[in-house]
């Protein structure tokens, strides 16, 4: 009993260090179809055609995810509050069938700027495609308006995957991570605003799912806490990612009675552990980076 109410203890610092969080969407608490309510916006600020979709057809977590399709219409936005200055931390995840493309792009100022009223924004930096027009499989490129390729990186088709945006107004920079790799910090292109995400249809061979929404503010604390810290997949089959701006220096795997199951000391930026040895369940990872640790639940 003892261990598991210390379980409980770290649970509690865990979720006290999530007070930096400013939106935190697994998309399971909107009805399936058109998605236009809380941060979900579209370049038209009004529902209609260009509407992000919430189905049940693939998840990161839970059951649902939002749909960006291939009919060239659907704009959809994720609104970022219009942030001038400080530091924040933007993941997401993304499934991009095979052969399939994917855009998105970052905003500046968005009109509105609020929960359900945002609307057509000013293009900041940023074009993010994937598989661009459908001749480059599991290629990622960040190209600036002028037609200048950013950065250049790869994901996983058919598998879920993240994406990071690291902001920085003071530059005013954002580094973009794609699957645990970074690129170089790139300038924004506009305004010194972090305005928010245009998921947009593409072309007709545009088909991407996004899930699992985490924006934070990683100027409001210090050390691990200032971390863009994800655990992914969740539930997990074999391998669980841990995602890190800094070397992990201890993994613990705990079951729900408070017995340690796994250990690891990967002292890496973004470990990956193997649970694969585990019977299904509930399980307790502790991660722990200098003097600070964080737990999270994670199912098999």
């Known amino acids: ?89 933007l993941t997401f995840f993304m499934y991009i069938p095979s052969d399939k493309t994917g855009y998105i792009n970052f905003q500046g100022e968005t009109e509105g700027g609020g929960a359900g009223n945002g609307g057509a924004g000013v293009f900041n930096s940023g074009n993010i495609t994937f598989n661009l027009d459908g001749l480059s499989p599991g290629v990622v490129e960040d190209i600036d308006a002028d037609g200048t390729v950013n950065n250049t990186y790869s994901y996983p088709q058919n598998f879920w995957f993240e994406v990071k945006f690291e902001f920085d107004l003071a530059g005013p920079t954002y580094t973009l991570s794609i699957d645990g790799v970074a690129g170089n910090p790139v ?23 996004v899930d699992d929404v985490l924006f934070t503010d990683g100027a409001s604390t210090q050390d691990f806490s200032a971390d863009s810290f994800r655990v992914y997949p969740n539930p997990v089959k074999d391998i669980l990612n841990i995602s890190t701006k800094t070397a992990v ?45 964080k737990t999270v639940k994670v199912l098999k």
């Open 187 to 209: 300038i924004f292109g506009a305004d010194a605003t972090v305005g928010g995400i245009d998921f947009f249809s593409i072309d007709a061979n545009n088909e991407y799912y």
């Open 249 to 293: 220096d201890n993994v613990t795997v705990y079951d729900i009675l408070g017995k340690t199951v796994l250990t690891s000391n990967p002292d890496v930026i973004s470990p990956k552990i193997d649970m694969s040895g585990l019977a299904s369940g509930a399980y307790l990872v502790q991660v722990t980076i200098g003097n600070a640790s």
């Open 1 to 89: 009993m003892k261990k598991i109410y210390l379980l409980a203890l770290t649970l509690g610092a865990f979720a006290f260090s999530a007070n930096a969080q400013i939106i935190n969407d697994d998309i399971e608490s909107y009805s399936l179809g058109p998605l236009f309510e809380a941060h979900w916006s579209s370049w038209a600020g009004s529902p209609g055609p260009d509407n992000a979709v919430v189905t049940d057809a693939f998840a990161n977590s839970g059951s649902q995810s939002v749909f960006i399709g291939g009919d060239g219409v659907q704009d959809a936005l994720l609104l970022l509050g219009n942030q001038t200055s400080g530091e924040y931390d």
